[in-house]
């Protein structure tokens, strides 16, 4: 049973339809990422990271990627999930400027 946040809760509150990534990690760490497309065109994501036990969860909004496909979005996603997971990122002000993963 996994604690959501704000965030995810902001996230679901729309009727868009999407692709979904979930895994469990070697540590015992659930990660989250889904991706939408939004009517405009535009390329949505949503990052979440929860921790096994009692670890507050990590949730990132990204509302809009003009330059992502969905494909691209859900694979920097993932990338980025596994990273804050593992303590290879920091979680930042919903950023991903420069990350690359």
């Avoid at 895994?23 to 979440?48: A, D, H, K, S, Y």
């Avoid at 921790?51 to 990590?58: I, S, W």
Wanted: hydrophobic residues 35%; charged residues 15%.
């Amino acid at each position: 049973m996994h604690t959501y946040g704000e965030k995810y809760a902001q996230w679901i509150d729309s009727p868009l339809p999407g692709t979904a990534h979930e895994e469990t990690l070697g540590n015992g760490t659930w990660i989250n990422v889904e991706v939408r497309t939004c009517p405009t065109g535009g390329t949505q994501m949503f990052i979440g990271v929860y921790p096994q036990g009692n670890g507050a969860p990590l949730e990132e909004c990204y509302p809009a990627l003009p330059d992502k496909s969905p494909a691209d979005a859900l694979v920097l996603g993932i990338n980025r999930a596994r990273a804050l997971a593992t303590g290879t990122a920091v979680a930042g002000q919903d950023s991903l400027q420069g990350w690359q993963g």
